[in-house]
T-cell receptor, first 111, second 117 residues
Framework: DQQVKQNSPSLSVQEGRISILNCDYT??????FLWYKKYPAEGPTFLIS?????DKNEDGRFTVFLNKSAKHLSLHIVPSQPGDSAVYFC??????????FGAGTRLTVKP | GAVVSQHPSRVICKSGTSVKIECRSL??????MFWYRQFPKQSLMLMAT?????????EQGVEKDKFLINHASLTLSTLTVTSAHPEDSSFYIC?????????????FGDGTRLSIL
């Protein structure tokens, strides 16, 4: 069951511009949302998270926005850098145990 | 940041062999560790939740007798794929969460590529 969906399998942006990665979820019990970055043959690396009591969390170039009414979250990266090129996974959990992942979005930042 | 070590990174073995994968949290204590499986071009699928000192909780469709999980200490969980067959070939990844506050992210190991011939 696809409780977490990333509908864009890939995204390409120019260096210096903003990257916006989107994620939708269906389970209203989810209360903690995370973004992970993954390189080939490596495990996912935690980037940023947000709990359901907030609608925005910012960490340097990375900002996560949560719209609970729309069951939608997004990750903004600005300015984008070539080193940001990777697969980004959105994840959500109702109790920080049963974490469900989206299918991932491959971001390519062109120099 | 938190570090999770997973070993081995790659295993190639014959059908019928049992394979053990270790997952260690290096700089924090993890009451709970998680085991995932990733098929090519797909997302991570949770297989089981490993609880220190108790039995693992398996997701629906995951055979507990095929995938044995042991979580003997707060820093180590093991996954044993018993009598592995070619269809068990996959990328297995573990994660761990610090047993502190509720809103703590899971940190992942680098995964184990299992290839059964």
């Amino acid at each position: 069951d696809q409780q977490v969906k990333q509908n864009s399998p890939s995204l390409s942006v120019q260096e210096g511009r903003i990257s916006i990665l989107n994620c939708d979820y269906t389970n209203s019990m989810f209360d903690y949302f995370l973004w992970y970055k993954k390189y080939p043959a490596e495990g996912p690396t935690f980037l940023i998270s947000i709990s359901s009591i907030k609608d925005k969390n910012e960490d340097g170039r990375f900002t996560v926005f949560l719209n609970k009414s729309a069951k939608h979250l997004s990750l903004h990266i600005v300015p984008s850098q070539p080193g940001d090129s990777a697969v980004y996974f959105c994840a959500a959990t109702p109790n920080n145990n049963d974490m469900r992942f989206g299918a991932g979005t491959r971001l390519t930042v062109k120099p | 940041g938190a570090v999770v070590s997973q070993h081995p990174s790659r295993v190639i073995c014959k059908s019928g062999t049992s394979v053990k994968i270790e997952c260690r949290s290096l700089d924090f204590q993890a009451t709970t560790m998680f085991w995932y499986r990733q098929f090519p071009k797909q997302s991570l699928m949770l297989m089981a939740t490993s609880n220190e000192g108790s039995k693992a909780t398996y997701e629906q469709g995951v055979e507990k007798d095929k995938f044995l999980i042991n979580h003997a200490s707060l820093t180590l969980s093991t996954l044993t794929v018993t009598s592995a067959h070619p269809e068990d070939s996959s990328f297995y990844i573990c994660s761990a969460r610090d047993r502190g506050a509720k809103y703590q992210p899971q940190h992942f190991g680098d995964g184990t590529r299992l290839s059964i011939l």
